[in-house]
C-alpha cells in the first residue's frame, strides 16, 4: 500500500472506482459505500465522469474481442460495486457489512477477539495483498495510546465512535492517518468503538512516557 497516499476520502474513492486498490483497503471501502449513502452518491458521480471521458475517446480496435467478453463476462469481481450497492440497507441491518462480513468469515458476535491490552481486543487477519488487517473492540472510554504512524492507517468504525485532535468518527467513518499524523482515538462513552484497520507499516507511540503508560494500562 505504500504506492498509494491517499490524502482524504475523495481521493480513496477515486482509487475505488478505477480498481487500484490493495484486496483489504477494496473491501474496507465496499464496506463504507454500504454504510454511505453520500459516499455512493459521490462514487456514481465519479464514474459517471470517468464513462463520459471513455465515450470522449477515439474507439480502437480489439484484439481478441470475442476472448475479452469471454473474460469480462465470467468474471465476478465487480458484483458488489453495481446492483449489490442498492442493497445496502439490508446489509446495514447488522454491525457487519456484507463485504466485510465475507471477507473476515464471521459475525461480530463469532470474532475470535484477544486481549492485547485492558479493554481492548483485536482480531489480526495478518498480512494480506501488503497490508496488515485486523479488526478491533475498545470498550466505550478506553483511549489507544497516543501515537503516528510509519506508513497509512485507515480505520473504518463499524460500532460505536471515537474521537481524536481531528474529529469524530462514527458508524460508517473512515480515518485515514499517516505520518503527519498524531493522535489518541478514545472511545465515546457509553458504547464500545467496533473497528475494522489496514495498514501498511507500523505505529510509533508519541506523547509523554507517563500518558503512554497510564493509556497502555488503561487508567487513561
Known sequence: ???HKFENLDAL???YAAGRLPKPVEVLVSSHLELSAPSRALLSGVESAAGEFLFSEIPAALASRETMLD???ASSTQEARGSDTSRSQEAGCAILPKALQEFVGHTVDTIPWRTKMPGFREFELGDIDGCHVSMFWLKAGRPIPAHTHEGIELTLVL??????NRGRYGRGDISIADDAVSHRPIAEAGRACIGFAVTDGPLRLTGPLHQRISDIIGLG
Open 159 to 164: 460500532d460505536g465512535a471515537f474521537n481524536d
Open 13 to 15: 474513492l477515486a482509487r
Open 1 to 3: 500500500m505504500v504506492e
Open 71 to 73: 473474460t469480462v463476462f
